[in-house]
């Protein structure tokens, strides 16, 4: 069945460490997101890509990046400078570029600090 | 810029008894709007979206959500709640320019609790 697959479900991360999240799918979408959740306050987005080897900026980059070096592939990386990352990670990703196609989800990753 | 209300942080209701969820939305142009679904510790479940066709939408599980222009709303309904409704519900809003990349900006979320 096509779909995203995130792992790990859940990640610890100590102080002053970097930790990937990684995000394949296998729908053949152009598009992927990802997002941050905490409780109350919906989702935010972090940063999305729409083609290989390009990628921008969402509303809170600050402390994580990504690379999009295959089309299937979305990783994310938390950086310590990310001071508070503990949080729920989702993925999403879309076909197109048209807006009013849905984007659809991973199970998410929960991090956590040690 | 787009935002997204959610009217209401949880709603509970009697197992039977209507469904009603209150999404908000502000939009410099006709948005195109979705309703989302999270179960615990998993990702989000499409349940409907209003792309500027029918302003009556109906989706899975026999929710259904009405455009209203005129108040900017996008509430999501359910006749007859069902113990398997309990979740958390996005409602999510999409600018249909070009240059959004299908960006969406999410409300904060509306817990539903059902009771026996």
């Known amino acids: 069945d096509g779909g995203i697959t995130q792992s790990p479900k859940y990640l610890f991360r100590k102080e002053g460490q970097n930790v990937t999240l990684s995000c394949e799918q296998n729908l053949n979408h152009d598009a992927m997101y990802w997002y941050r959740q905490d409780p109350g306050q919906g989702l935010r987005l972090i940063y999305y890509?729409?083609?290989?080897?390009?990628?921008q900026k969402g509303d809170i980059a600050e402390g994580y990046s990504v690379s999009r070096e295959k089309k299937e592939s979305f990783p994310l990386t938390v950086t310590s400078a990310q001071k508070n990352p503990t949080a729920f990670y989702l993925c999403?990703?879309?076909?197109?570029?048209?807006?009013?196609?849905?984007?659809?989800f991973g199970d998410g990753t929960r991090l956590s600090i040690l | 810029a787009q935002s997204v209300t959610q009217l209401g942080s949880h709603v509970s209701v009697s197992e039977g008894a209507l469904v009603l969820l209150r999404c908000n939305y502000s939009?410099?142009?006709?948005?195109?709007l979705f309703w989302y679904v999270q179960y615990p510790n998993q990702g989000l479940q499409l349940l409907l979206k209003?792309?500027?066709?029918?302003?009556l939408v109906k989706g899975i599980n026999g929710f259904e959500a009405e455009f209203k222009k005129s108040e900017t709303s996008f509430h999501l309904t359910k006749p007859s709640a069902h113990m398997s409704d309990a979740a958390e519900y996005f409602c999510a809003v999409s600018d249909p320019g070009g240059t959004s990349y299908g960006k969406l900006t999410f409300g904060q979320g509306t817990i539903l609790t059902v009771h026996p």
């Open positions: 890509s729409q083609i290989v080897n390009d990628f």
């Open positions: 939009s410099s142009v006709p948005p195109y």
């Open positions: 999403a990703s879309k076909d197109g570029t048209s807006s009013n196609q849905p984007q659809h």
């Open positions: 209003y792309t500027s066709a029918a302003t």
